[in-house]
């Protein structure tokens, strides 16, 4: 059992992925910061509301009482999701295409050159062919 367990954990992709978790949460705890500390403030300065979680809209209930809007709140997430997407892209993904496109150049494979899959109707075509090929002719009484 604890061999197992072992074999588990040292695995590649597990400590690929532990290791990812672990930057992905600092990354975000970094760009969160940023957006936090310099975007959302001025974009507040943009609408006038000081900082953008302070923005929010009130709409009053049936009851008599009022709901809040948390519209600052909502549109900071989503450029804080932005900008996470944005900064893993230019600084984590396309360089490492760029990378591999090298790799693959220095390697003398092209696109043209890959293998080409067949489609699933020729895939269909060969399998109608084998089976006619293989059956065999009724027998007559």
Do not use: C
């Amino acid at each position: 059992m604890i061999k197992g367990f072992k074999d588990f954990i040292m695995r590649g992709n597990v400590i690929d992925l532990a290791v990812a978790v672990v930057i992905g949460a600092a990354f975000t705890a970094i760009v969160g910061t940023f957006v936090e500390g310099l975007i959302n403030p001025l974009i507040g300065v943009i609408f006038q509301v000081g900082d953008l979680s302070a923005w929010t809209i009130d709409v009053p209930t049936l009851s008599g009482g009022v709901s809040t809007f948390l519209i600052g709140s909502i549109i900071g997430a989503l450029i804080n999701f932005v900008a996470v997407a944005a900064i893993v892209y230019f600084v984590f993904v396309l360089p490492m295409n760029h990378f591999k496109e090298r790799q693959a150049a220095k390697a003398g494979v092209t696109e043209a050159e890959e293998e080409k899959l067949p489609t699933e109707q020729e895939i269909l075509i060969q399998i109608r062919d084998l089976l006619e090929r293989d059956a065999t002719p009724p027998t007559t009484r």
